[in-house]
């Protein structure tokens, strides 16, 4: 009876530690699970936001690619008639021997020495004497060729009285009917830069054709329309190959589906024209609103008949947007090991105890209390190190040596602690970064008579690529000054480092730049001679003149300034000819200008951010929205106007965070 009565509590009190221990074990696995899971998301929503970023920026490479491509082509058609160069017209009756096959072009027999020529049904006599013109710029498109985006396919000309040509040459006659081209309509039609999606026909491949206008004379008369199309099977490896998803989709939304362009399956990329209905899988119709409507989202979901992780984004190019698909399964296979592990722990101690409860009593009692120890001194010297780590001390560390989940939630603790500092660290070097950056833009506008200036810049990270400046150059007068903003492609530090390098080179600038063309020349070849090859930014340098109330300016890749004069109550542009900073270094700026300023009058120059601005609809807040506001306000001050906009585009946004930098000078005159 005594050896009952002593056993009893004994057993009580295994009973009760083997309990709590088995669900400590469980909680510990639940939170593992937990972790697991959510790191799994954020890291598969980064991994696709990063990707599409990554496509956003090679589109803009594109762009500037296709007008040094433009440029190429209007030396070459303003050119004298070169003597003794053969045309080659393919006329589909065979592959000539110059003529290899290309793996990029899925093994199309072509050549990059050689530009393949056609003409229309309707050439004139002009398209004849073109096509020797078009044979010589092989060598120009072949450097384009080589240096372009991954996927480059083809480099294509078309001029208005009927002449055709095509890079790298291709057997094959080339279709006549180039007017119902739709790249080449929208590109005549107006539009300064187009984008559109296209099969080709020779490769079979879903492309991006990104196209622009040729001009030619002094009125700059377009007679025709220049592209490079390039394959979306190939753009997707290029972006989604470092990843290594277990699926990469490139798809566009129709009202209730999903059509795959391109898909990235293990190791093999290809095209596909696979549709997926929303009403297959409930959670599918989810998936299609996120795309449609141009979000970054992540979801749970059935995707293809498996249990998946489906994250997507928009690449911000026509109505392509970018999915990621990874099994759950490889995301539950930590937790679930986790799981097991410790519930065979579990079961092995229950099983210890009651046998050890068939032993002697003094013996059993023993094993109780060291049980009891080995338990609650553990727990105790965590939450006494996690108190000292709460208190600020990062030296804080667990010596556990108890070899059960305990240990290893102590070393898991020892190697948290200089995670966290160093993320704080970091956070502190970030907050640094950002003070010292925002002390670089100017702390007041200058005074300067006829004109009130402001200028802000709101930074959507601890550091930023945007930039405004107010410079008095010693090649000037008193009486003019310079106002400058540029635009970096991308955000973070990188972007803030070509922000600063510009800056200073704009400070410090050659006093043999006797204008502002040569003042962007002498910037522009300082970037590219020390940023790395993909960094670029635009920027727009305007000159105030006060005495002759007139404005000079130069325009690298930037969108148009905007005047305003209320006198007559409308608008004008003040665009450039020119390209990005950090591009080529042999580029040669061209200044403009415009005179007759009336009181009143309003110049705004801004960045992208504030016209790209989307609403929660996805819907971006435009040029138009700018316009009314400055028509409304143009009573106001210049630091009052400017603070009317960004309020707008705050109100706008309504409550989502800012996803670029918003930059803004307002002048007046008065």
Same mark, same amino acid.
């Given at each position: 009876?005594?050896?009952?009565?002593?056993?009893?509590?004994?057993?009580?009190?295994?009973?009760?530690?083997?309990?709590?221990?088995?669900?400590?074990? #469980?909680?510990?696995?639940?939170?593992?699970?937990?972790?697991?899971?959510?790191?799994?998301?954020?890291?598969?929503?980064?991994?696709?936001?990063?990707?599409?970023?990554?496509?956003?920026?090679?589109?803009?490479?594109?762009?500037?690619?296709?007008?040094?491509?433009?440029?190429?082509?209007?030396?070459?058609?303003?050119?004298?008639?070169?003597?003794?160069?053969?045309?080659?017209?393919?006329?589909?009756?065979?592959?000539?021997?110059?003529?290899?096959?290309?793996?990029?072009?899925?093994?199309?027999?072509?050549?990059?020495?050689? @530009?393949?020529?056609?003409?229309?049904?309707?050439?004139?006599?002009?398209?004849?004497?073109?096509?020797? %013109?078009?044979?010589?710029?092989?060598?120009?498109?072949?450097?384009?060729?080589?240096?372009?985006?991954?996927?480059?396919?083809?480099?294509?000309?078309?001029?208005?009285?009927?002449?055709? !040509?095509?890079?790298?040459?291709?057997?094959?006659?080339?279709?006549?009917?180039?007017?119902?081209?739709?790249?080449?309509?929208?590109?005549?039609?107006?539009?300064?830069?187009?984008?559109? *999606?296209? @099969?080709?026909?020779?490769?079979?491949?879903?492309?991006?054709?990104?196209?622009?206008?040729?001009?030619?004379?002094?009125?700059?008369?377009? /007679?025709?329309?220049?592209?490079?199309?390039?394959?979306?099977?190939?753009?997707?490896?290029?972006?989604?190959?470092?990843?290594?998803?277990?699926?990469?989709?490139? /798809?566009?939304?129709?009202?209730?589906?999903?059509?795959?362009?391109?898909?990235?399956?293990?190791?093999?990329?290809?095209?596909?024209?696979?549709?997926?209905?929303?009403?297959?899988?409930?959670?599918?119709?989810?998936?299609?609103?996120?795309?449609?409507?141009? %979000?970054?989202?992540?979801?749970?979901?059935?995707?293809?008949?498996?249990?998946?992780?489906?994250?997507?984004? #928009?690449?911000?190019?026509?109505?392509?947007?970018? @999915?990621?698909?990874?099994?759950?399964?490889?995301?539950?296979?930590?937790?679930?090991?986790?799981?097991?592990?410790? !519930?065979?722990?579990?079961?092995?101690?229950?099983?210890?105890?009651?046998?050890?409860?068939?032993?002697?009593?003094?013996?059993?009692?023993?094993?109780?209390?060291?049980?009891?120890?080995?338990?609650?001194?553990?727990?105790?010297?965590? !939450?006494?190190?996690? $108190?000292?780590?709460?208190?600020?001390?990062?030296?804080? *560390?667990?010596?556990?040596?108890?070899?059960?989940?305990?240990?290893?939630?102590?070393?898991?603790?020892?190697?948290?602690?200089?995670?966290?500092?160093?993320?704080?660290?970091?956070?502190?070097?970030?907050?640094? #970064?950002?003070?010292?950056?925002?002390?670089?833009?100017?702390?007041?506008?200058?005074?300067?008579?006829?004109?009130?200036?402001?200028?802000?810049?709101?930074?959507?990270?601890?550091?930023?690529?945007?930039?405004?400046?107010?410079?008095?150059?010693?090649?000037?007068?008193?009486?003019?000054?310079?106002?400058? /903003?540029?635009?970096?492609?991308?955000?973070?530090?990188?972007?803030?480092?070509?922000?600063?390098?510009?800056?200073?080179?704009?400070?410090?600038?050659?006093?043999?730049?006797?204008?502002?063309?040569?003042?962007?020349?002498?910037?522009?070849?300082?970037?590219?001679?020390?940023?790395?090859?993909?960094?670029?930014?635009?920027?727009?340098?305007?000159?105030?003149?006060?005495?002759?109330?007139?404005?000079?300016?130069?325009?690298?890749?930037?969108?148009?300034?905007?005047?305003?004069?209320?006198?007559?109550?409308?608008?004008?542009?003040?665009?450039?000819?020119?390209?990005?900073?950090?591009?080529?270094?042999?580029?040669?700026?061209?200044?403009?200008?415009?005179?007759?300023?009336?009181?009143?009058?309003?110049?705004?120059?801004?960045?992208?951010?504030?016209?790209?601005?989307?609403?929660?609809?996805?819907?971006?807040?435009?040029?138009?929205?700018?316009?009314?506001?400055?028509?409304?306000?143009?009573?106001?001050?210049?630091?009052?106007?400017?603070?009317?906009?960004?309020? #707008?585009? !705050?109100?706008?946004?309504?409550?989502?965070?800012? $996803?670029?930098?918003?930059?803004?000078? /307002?002048?007046?005159?008065?």
């Amino acid at each position: 009876m005594l050896m009952g009565i002593g056993l009893a509590p004994v057993a009580i009190y295994a009973w009760f530690d083997v309990s709590a221990a088995r669900r400590l074990g #469980a909680d510990l696995a639940e939170q593992a699970r937990w972790s697991l899971d959510e790191a799994a998301r954020e890291k598969l929503l980064l991994s696709v936001q990063d990707a599409a970023e990554d496509f956003r920026r090679r589109h803009l490479l594109l762009e500037t690619q296709v007008k040094l491509q433009a440029r190429q082509v209007e030396r070459a058609l303003a050119s004298p008639a070169p003597i003794g160069t053969q045309v080659w017209v393919p006329n589909g009756a065979g592959e000539p021997a110059f003529l290899s096959p290309s793996a990029r072009h899925g093994g199309v027999a072509v050549s990059f020495d050689r @530009v393949a020529t056609a003409l229309g049904t309707d050439a004139s006599m002009a398209a004849v004497g073109a096509l020797p %013109r078009l044979q010589r710029v092989a060598p120009s498109l072949r450097g384009l060729h080589d240096d372009g985006i991954e996927g480059t396919l083809w480099h294509h000309v078309v001029l208005r009285n009927g002449a055709r !040509a095509i890079f790298p040459g291709r057997a094959g006659a080339l279709s006549s009917d180039v007017a119902n081209l739709p790249w080449y309509r929208a590109t005549l039609g107006g539009q300064a830069i187009t984008s559109s *999606r296209s @099969v080709d026909p020779a490769t079979g491949l879903p492309t991006l054709i990104v196209a622009t206008q040729i001009l030619q004379g002094d009125n700059a008369t377009v /007679v025709g329309a220049t592209a490079i199309e390039v394959s979306l099977p190939q753009a997707l490896e290029a972006v989604a190959g470092g990843t290594k998803p277990e699926r990469a989709l490139l /798809v566009s939304a129709g009202p209730s589906f999903l059509r795959i362009v391109a898909e990235r399956s293990g190791a093999r990329t290809h095209a596909s024209g696979l549709i997926l209905p929303s009403d297959a899988v409930p959670e599918l119709k989810e998936l299609v609103a996120d795309v449609r409507d141009g %979000r970054p989202a992540i979801r749970r979901m059935m995707f293809d008949g498996e249990d998946s992780l489906v994250a997507s984004d #928009a690449i911000g190019v026509f109505d392509i947007h970018l @999915v990621y698909a990874v099994p759950y399964r490889d995301v539950a296979a930590a937790a679930e090991a986790a799981q097991a592990s410790v !519930a065979d722990r579990l079961s092995g101690q229950r099983v210890a105890v009651l046998w050890g409860l068939l032993g002697l009593a003094a013996a059993l009692v023993g094993v109780a209390l060291a049980v009891s120890r080995a338990v609650t001194r553990p727990v105790g010297q965590l !939450a006494s190190s996690a $108190r000292q780590l709460a208190a600020g001390d990062f030296s804080a *560390r667990t010596s556990l040596r108890s070899g059960d989940e305990l240990q290893e939630l102590g070393e898991l603790f020892n190697g948290m602690v200089p995670r966290l500092r160093e993320s704080i660290r970091m956070r502190e070097s970030l907050g640094l #970064a950002m003070e010292v950056q925002r002390d670089l833009l100017p702390q007041r506008p200058p005074d300067v008579p006829g004109f009130d200036i402001a200028g802000l810049s709101i930074y959507c990270d601890e550091t930023g690529g945007d930039y405004y400046d107010f410079l008095r150059l010693p090649q000037y007068g008193p009486g003019e000054v310079a106002v400058v /903003v540029g635009d970096v492609a991308g955000h973070g530090i990188p972007a803030a480092l070509l922000m600063t390098t510009a800056r200073a080179l704009l400070r410090s600038q050659s006093p043999e730049c006797g204008n502002l063309a040569q003042v962007m020349g002498y910037v522009n070849r300082h970037l590219v001679e020390d940023s790395r090859a993909g960094r670029f930014m635009t920027m727009f340098l305007a000159l105030l003149d006060s005495q002759r109330r007139e404005v000079h300016w130069v325009s690298a890749g930037h969108d148009p300034a905007i005047i305003y004069e209320p006198e007559e109550g409308g608008f004008r542009d003040m665009p450039g000819v020119d390209i990005p900073l950090g591009v080529d270094a042999e580029w040669r700026y061209h200044e403009l200008f415009h005179s007759g300023w009336s009181d009143g009058t309003v110049l705004v120059i801004g960045t992208d951010g504030i016209w790209e601005t989307r609403n929660s609809a996805g819907e971006m807040f435009g040029k138009d929205a700018i316009r009314s506001l400055i028509r409304a306000n143009a009573g106001l001050a210049a630091a009052d106007l400017a603070r009317v906009i960004t309020d #707008a585009l !705050a109100e706008f946004r309504e409550g989502r965070g800012q $996803r670029d930098d918003v930059t803004l000078v /307002v002048v007046k005159s008065t």
